[in-house]
């Protein structure tokens, strides 16, 4: 089984602030990653797939990057709304596997 | 568009079957390629994948939990159901449905429920 890992878990900074969160594979997944982005008890919503793809109504603040094992997702302004918890989803193998998360706090 | 939404008891007891069933529109599960998934998440946790079903009411199963899931869907192709039998305090989460979508040679998960939050406790 292919292994996500998130860092950091935890991430605090200030509006307007460039952010990066990464994800790695325990094997090389290509370019099939996916982000999404779960706001407090709300079901996640989909940012990005392969890698840098950008989903339809997402705003270009988000970017994605990488392949093989090593990807990040970036935001470059970070606004009040981005509070939220992200996930990485491989979707090189059937059915995919998470990654741990990362909550992204305001500072 | 696309939309989902789970429906569930909220809270049963321990060793009782969880009945969860997801209803969708926005678009058909007889059309060729397309799959519903069942995954969970545990307060505080991450997600966990459970079980899906296909277009073609073809199953597939989280090998860890395959013994106590069963995934099917109605007739109409508008929901998916998923039992879960022997629950015990491990099967409290969130469970979501989502669509898993099919591009460019893999599947990944566009659009999700809102989620039901089920509790197991005596």
């Known amino acids: 089984d292919i292994q996500m890992t998130q860092s950091p878990s935890f991430l605090s900074a200030s509006v307007g602030d460039r952010v990066t969160l990464s994800c790695k594979a325990s094997?090389?997944?290509?370019?099939?990653l996916a982000w999404y982005q779960q706001k407090l008890g709300e079901a996640p919503k989909l940012l990005i797939y392969?890698?840098?793809s950008l989903q339809t109504g997402i705003p270009s603040r988000f970017s994605g990057s990488g392949s093989g094992t090593d990807f990040t997702l970036t935001i470059s302004s970070l606004q009040p709304e981005d509070v939220a918890t992200y996930f990485c989803?491989?979707?090189?193998?059937?059915?995919?596997?998470f990654g741990g998360g990362t909550k992204l706090e305001l500072k | 568009q696309v939309t989902l939404k789970e429906s569930g008891p909220g809270m049963l007891q321990p060793s009782k079957t969880l009945s969860l069933t997801c209803s969708f529109s926005?678009?058909?599960?007889?059309?060729?390629?397309?799959?519903v998934s069942w995954i969970r998440q545990p307060s505080g946790k991450s997600l966990e994948w459970l079980a899906a079903?296909?277009?073609?009411?073809?199953?597939y199963y989280n090998p860890s939990l395959k013994s106590r899931l069963t995934v099917s869907k109605d007739t109409s192709n508008t929901q998916v159901f998923l039992k879960i039998t022997s629950v015990d305090t491990a099967d409290t989460a969130t469970y979501y449905c989502?669509?898993?979508?099919?591009?460019?040679?893999?599947?990944?998960?566009?659009?999700w429920g809102q989620g039901v939050m089920v509790t197991v406790s005596s």
């Open positions: 079903i296909d277009w073609d009411g073809d199953k």
């Open positions: 989502a669509r898993h979508y099919y591009y460019d040679g893999t599947y990944y998960f566009d659009y």
């Open positions: 094997q090389n997944i290509n370019k099939y």
């Open positions: 989803l491989q979707h090189n193998s059937w059915p995919g596997t």
């Open positions: 926005g678009f058909s599960l007889s059309t060729s390629g397309m799959v």
């Open positions: 392969n890698a840098n």
